[in-house]
């Protein structure tokens, strides 16, 4: 057997071994991973509907969604909507799930809380890959998600209008997240809102 065949032969079967424990490791760390996936995404529903002690998803798609939301400039998608219950079993609001496109870092997802006047409970933010201390400010930043708490859904937010204030040096973040939020809201008003 020449060289060439029997080099290759040995890399053939080690890359065979690093292929099946690639496979294993996948297959063992999958479902822990969707735990949790599943546990950040409880805290979040929590964190911005207090008042809700069940949250039933609604089963809408983010292609229904952008049917939706379609006729604003938003780049962002509805992913999921969870409907929120209090203790009794009524409605108090919804959670809509969004992941906004055009971050400095790219996407960024967070869950909001609506209630059912439309006005926004909280925003919590799942998945964002921003600079730190800039973009990452809109997660960390203890103050600048709030400026859209208690506001009204009815029209869309500006940056420098409305209340609503820019993070320092993070404009490409702080205009994804403003568009999330539009999008959002936009969904509430016409598919959510009673």
């Known amino acids: 057997m020449s060289a060439t065949v029997k080099n290759t032969c040995i890399m053939t079967a080690i890359a065979c071994v690093f292929g099946l424990l690639l496979g294993v490791v996948h297959a063992v760390t999958l479902e822990p991973i ?48 969870q409907e929120a219950k209090d203790a009794s079993g009524s409605t108090v609001g919804y959670v809509i799930n969004v992941t906004s496109h055009g971050g400095y870092g790219g996407d960024i997802s967070f869950s909001m809380g609506v209630d059912l006047t ?30 859209f708490y208690g506001k009204s859904g009815d ?31 936009a969904y509430f008003r016409d598919k959510l809102a009673s």
């Open 118 to 147: 439309g006005s926004i409970q909280g925003i919590s933010i799942t998945k964002i890959a921003e600079t730190p201390g800039l973009g990452m400010k809109a997660q960390t930043d203890p103050a600048w998600l709030p400026q």
């Open 34 to 81: 969707k735990v949790q996936q599943k546990l950040t995404l409880d805290r979040a529903y929590r964190s911005v509907m207090s008042s809700a002690e069940e949250f039933v998803d609604t089963g809408v798609t983010t292609e229904e969604a952008a049917i939706s939301i379609a006729s604003g400039d938003y780049n962002a998608q509805i992913d999921n909507v």
């Open 155 to 185: 029209t869309e937010f500006n940056l420098g209008e409305d209340g609503i204030n820019s993070i320092t040096s993070a404009t490409f973040t702080s205009r994804c997240v403003t568009r999330g939020i539009n999008a959002g809201l």
